[in-house]
């Protein structure tokens, strides 16, 4: 699986956008970006996942560049409640499944 | 409310103890995963089991076992426990098959080891 690099942390005001971005340069054609959070010490929640195309949900949007060699997830209007560490992983897929690798994240801090 | 339950939420034991920590995937999911989360080593992958039988091993102990049971539940089982055994135990699920393959993790137990 490709390694990834975050930021380590990013402040944002409540009711922007939070744009947390996510390098994976050595991705593979195969592999998906997937991005969960953890909040606090919560289990780590599923947020979004995409191979080439911009995916939307109604958490988050992700946008791949063209050459997949970064992404960014999307926080429309981001609120208190999205402090948390965010974790942006790649990954190959498999039929009986396949481990998430997780690294340090980004904490992203969600200011009044 | 991932659908993933597991049990018990904390548990206190001494060192040289044994304990069992227990998962219950979603409804229909085959693969189990466990990770450890320790404040020094963030979150690490332990061990997958997809439909009773072991498919992939990180970074487990010697000392750490698991297995699936036939309802598809879950059980890691920690041995001889250390000090530095204390960490957060998520479990996760998945359907297995590479369409359905998102993993969804439980609310986690904390091990504390005195």
């Known amino acids: 699986d490709a390694k990834t690099t975050q930021p380590p942390s990013m402040d944002c005001a409540e009711g922007r956008a939070a744009n947390l971005p996510c390098n994976h340069s050595t991705i593979s054609g195969n592999e998906y970006v997937y991005w969960y959070r953890q909040i606090h010490s919560q289990g780590p929640q599923y947020i979004i996942h995409?191979?080439?195309n911009n995916e939307t949900n109604e958490m988050a949007s992700l946008i791949i560049t063209e050459d997949r060699k970064s992404s960014t997830l999307i926080l429309p209007h981001a609120t208190l409640r999205d402090t948390a560490v965010y974790y942006c992983?790649?990954?190959?897929?498999?039929?009986?499944?396949?481990?998430?690798?997780f690294g340090a994240g980004t904490i992203l801090r969600v200011k009044s | 409310d991932s659908g993933v339950t597991q049990t018990p939420k904390h548990l206190i034991t001494a060192t040289g103890q044994r304990v069992t920590l227990r998962c219950s995937p979603r409804s229909g999911d085959l693969s189990v995963y466990w990770y450890q989360q320790s404040l020094d080593q963030g979150l690490q992958f332990l061990i997958q089991y997809y439909n009773g039988e072991e498919r992939a091993k990180g970074n487990i102990l010697e000392r750490f076992s698991a297995q699936q049971f036939p309802d598809l539940h879950s059980e890691l089982n920690l041995s001889s426990l250390e000090l530095g055994d204390s960490a957060l135990y998520f479990c996760?699920?998945?359907?297995?098959?590479?369409?359905?393959?998102?993993?969804?993790f439980g609310p986690g137990t904390r091990l504390t080891v005195l």
């Open positions: 995409g191979l080439k």
């Open positions: 992983i790649v990954r190959g897929k498999m039929e009986y499944g396949n481990k998430l690798v």
């Open positions: 996760a699920s998945s359907g297995g098959g590479a369409s359905t393959d998102t993993q969804y």
